[in-house]
């Protein structure tokens, strides 16, 4: 199934200078404290997007990786930048050591005019991976400062720097492992394999993961051995605990359960770290002091807080969800979310007021080093739980769509394109629904270029499922409302009428219902609805929809979780086969029949 997707931005240098420059003054100025500390980070994983770029600029231009006097300047940069890092945190955030010269130098000696790409770092935006969780894996390492460290770009650039920094280790060399997601390679100018073979030198191998494969972690750890290095002497620093995916080689499963592998998880560090590290402290920095302990609701746990009978739970993708917890301040419920590390938890809180202060979604409190904290209305019952009329629900749900279509214009071109879009569709409704239905839905789509014209990209909320809206009263209150445009699938930020067919499908709209929809949506955001992009999207929707409950419910297997998915999944598929059945596709499936498993 076509279902995820990466964050790429082309920038230049001289922006991505100036952002460095700007994030660490605002950090500079800022009096001691949690807030300093995140807006140091959100320096420091801006400077390593710039260094990651720069170095697969070089990397695309040679056709290999090498020890150019960019990369080692870049690293460099990145790891004095690192230590500073690694004195905020052990001193409670309280102190800030300052930036050597040396370091604007390096900073500002890159050419400025030059384009580099940029890529989103998925463990930053999505996981709750903590760059500080690995200085504290370097510390408690065993590991001196004659090891040779190694980073996979991309967010390995800046999380080996923190390594070198912690152990105070050479700066690092990066590589880009290519190929196919499953067999990766790494392509290494043989002068570097030498030189570093011919040293006696312990090997640090540091990046996110692993994934389903660990083939980027694989195919490093193959080049080391196969240039002489002794496994013995290679050592890892994951993101987790656990082992190698289902798509793992043999020789990498076997290497990897024998080899030393050194990490410290966000829980080790936020949960249960000394007290001015703990996430109890930063909410409280926004609440006062806390009734009691934060109490865990990710993975799917927060249904139990909202539904009685577990088997009236919706079906929810537990290893893309991200970290969230409960705190009671004062008797009042709060929600505790992990929305993004740099500059992202900045941008989604300044959304989060507009959208409450606008009447839609919860009061927020506030943000603190990637944790977003607002109002959790537990004393209010979602849609089918509460009476609302259909009437006020159209109106409502036009309404905010439309202000999100006023108010929150795409600032970056992040997301599919209509062309992608189409690809998916096909892509995924063969898989479910077979070659016939297939074809019939990529001659029922307009071409993209046709529409391209009409689009109008904005922040959408891509999560208009009926369980996450609230009912208070007469009035609806919209829950999830900042993650989904820039969340780790392949939509991101689309025209409004992606919502638009959203709610059309999630909340079972009839023909007059959606008309009525199109024209609120018109009438708050000041800008026309196509009707052909729209029953473009419609059906993109749902293939995208078909195709993410069965790619999630085969990573469970079986289960509880996974027979809710495939429910979801069998619900996508007869609203796809009805939509095809009207142009003349394939017969829908009979009610017993389910959606073939991916």
Known sequence: MLVYGDIERIETVGAKQAAVASFLSEAFSMPPGIERHGALVTAFISASELVQGIIDAEFHERGFDAHTQDHEAGMECLSILARTVGVSLRSRFGQLSPLPNTFFEKLHGFDPSRT??????????????????????????????????????????????????????????????????????????????RSLASSGKAFAIVDEGPGLSGSSFGAVADWLEEAGISQDRIHFFPSHCGALGPQASARHRARWGSAPRHLVTMDD??????????????????????????????????????????????PANIQQERRKFLA??????????????????????????????AGFTP?????????????????????????????????QVGAYLGFRARHFPAAEHQ???????????????????????????????????????KVHRICTDNRLHAWEWLVSGDRLIKTDALDHSAAHDLIGHQDVSWDVAGAIVELDLSEDEAARLCQVVRQESGRPLDQALLAFMLPCYLAFQLGAHLMAAGALGEGPEATRLRRGADRYGRRLQSYLTGLGGPEPLQEQDEVPAS
Request: a negative charge; charged letters at 20%; aromatic letters at 6%.
């Open 116 to 193: 580099v790409r940029t890529k989103q770092a998925e463990g930053y935006a999505f996981y709750a991976l903590y760059p500080e969780s690995y200085l504290e894996a370097a510390r408690v390492s065993g590991l001196g400062p004659d090891t040779q460290i190694i980073g996979i770009r991309s967010i390995g650039t800046g999380l080996s720097a923190l390594v070198a920094a912690e152990l105070g280790a050479p700066a690092p060399i990066t590589l880009r492992p290519v190929g196919h997601p499953f067999g990766r390679q790494v392509r290494v100018d043989p002068d570097l394999t």
């Open 269 to 314: 560090l936020l949960l249960h770290g000394s007290p001015a590290q703990r996430l109890e402290s930063w909410v409280e920095d926004l609440l006062g002091q806390l009734d009691g302990p934060l109490e865990e609701i990710s993975g799917g746990a927060w249904r139990s807080r909202r539904y009685e009978d577990e088997g009236s739970w919706p």
């Open 328 to 357: 009671r301040a004062n008797g009042t419920a709060w929600l505790v979310k992990f929305v993004g590390l740099g500059k992202t938890g900045a941008q989604k809180l300044r959304m989060a007021r507009e959208l409450h202060e």
């Open 363 to 395: 009061e927020p409190a506030g943000c603190r080093h990637g944790f977003l904290v607002e109002r959790w209305h537990e004393e209010l019952d979602g849609l089918g739980q509460a009476h609302i009329s259909r009437e006020s629900l159209v109106a």
């Open 415 to 453: 997301g599919a394109s209509l062309d992608a879009l189409r690809r998916m569709a096909v892509y995924n409704t063969g898989q479910a629904l077979g070659e016939a239905a297939a074809a019939a839905l990529e001659q029922s789509l307009s071409e993209p270029s046709a529409l391209a014209g």
